[in-house]
């Protein structure tokens, strides 16, 4: 039986170095910004066999640009779905070596995980029991077991909340120190229910002394009383998860396609009249480039910081079904990349490196040189 994903769903697997050159050329973007598109896009082989195939990986490393360290975190790939590999800690092209990591390990689904010191990312209602968007990877049920399942403790009281910041500040995490506690996640029963969580763990948070930024990412903040009381929340952000434009009610679960785009800037804007940082999230790869033009251009304007834009990574022949026709290429990839750059150009929002472990730009955004500094 063949591992392939990727390839048995006519996605179009880079074979030579030279056609990063290639694209570099045409489209006056790096060859390694074009090549680490690329390893997200695909994925890795794993050599040593460190995670099976058709799980994920994650590591730190540095691939291209040596003082560039950053998180990863990837599909892996059987024979013919990647050319990329990891051998003894080092990152290949085929046979050129192109980065250094540490150990890469199985990518789980915590109740928590932090990115360095100073972000703190709370799963409070299990992510894995998502269902119904074709996208992402936990549609498919059979996919993993327990060795991936890490988040069944949920977050559900102001009681589990406080105990829960105890026992991080015991493993010596300082809470007073974070500079963003972020709740990611959209299984919430109702808009109160999330808008009193938000509230409980502020509240917990304040008495270990935060003082950073709240932020929420979802779809289920949406109304202007909800995100008038959390805007009172001290410092706060929303990531309004639109994650595609077009096919809504075909590709997403019935909580995100009962919204429509109109309903998501209406909210955006009342949050930013709020004082609330907000954007969105996006996954790059669902819809044509017309669309992704005109949507873009359409939500610039209720944005204060630019938009998390994942690139599909792909683990199932379900989420195949949701990948637009035309994103079978590297070269789609590109043209989105600079498709929403001409958005932003003018703009001073850029991406923010730290945030994304699968974005579209990592040292340059339309040749200027980005603040890739890391949290913690």
């Known amino acids: 039986m063949s591992d392939s994903v990727l390839v048995s769903n006519g996605i179009r697997i880079t074979s030579d170095i030279g056609e990063w050159y290639d694209l570099a050329s045409k489209y006056g973007i790096s060859p390694q910004e074009i090549g680490l598109i690329d390893f997200n896009r695909t994925g890795v082989r794993l050599d040593d066999n460190d995670v099976r195939i058709g799980f994920r990986t994650r590591f730190n490393g540095t691939l291209f640009y040596s003082n560039d360290l950053s998180w990863f975190a990837l599909p892996v790939r059987g024979e013919e779905d990647s050319n990329f590999h990891i051998r003894d800690g080092k990152v290949y092209f085929n046979n050129s070596q192109i980065g250094v990591i540490d150990k890469p390990i199985l990518d789980t689904c915590d109740t928590s995980y932090q990115r360095g010191k100073k972000l703190l990312n709370l799963n409070s209602r299990s992510r894995s029991n998502c269902a119904g968007c074709k996208a992402c990877v936990h549609n498919d049920k059979s996919l993993y077991d327990d060795t991936v399942i890490k988040d069944k403790h949920e977050l559900r009281t102001i009681e589990d909340i406080d105990d829960f910041f105890r026992k991080k500040e015991r493993l010596g995490t300082r809470i007073s120190s974070l500079d963003q506690i972020a709740v990611v996640t959209g299984l919430f029963k109702s808009e109160e229910e999330v808008l009193h969580h938000l509230q409980d763990v502020y509240n917990a948070a304040t008495g270990y002394g935060f003082h950073g930024e709240l932020m929420y990412f979802g779809c289920q903040l949406m109304s202007a009383s909800a995100l008038r009381e959390f805007s009172r929340l001290g410092k706060t952000a929303i990531v309004f998860a639109i994650d595609n434009f077009a096919k809504r009610k075909s590709n997403l679960s019935k909580i995100k396609s009962d919204l429509n785009l109109e309903d998501f800037y209406v909210s955006m804007s009342v ?74 150009f003018e703009s001073d929002m850029r991406p923010r490196r730290w945030e994304n472990y699968r974005p579209l730009w990592y040292r340059e955004f339309s040749n200027e040189f980005l603040d890739v500094k890391a949290y913690g």
């Open 271 to 344: 949050a930013k009249s709020y004082g609330i940082e907000t954007t969105f999230a996006y996954i790059v790869g669902v819809d044509d480039l017309c669309t992704v033009a005109n949507q873009f251009n359409y939500f610039f304007s209720v944005c204060t910081r630019f938009p998390i834009i994942n690139i599909f990574q792909i683990q199932t022949n379900l989420q195949a079904q949701a990948l637009h026709n035309d994103a079978r290429s590297l070269e789609y990839y590109i043209k989105a990349r600079l498709i929403i750059e001409d958005v932003f």
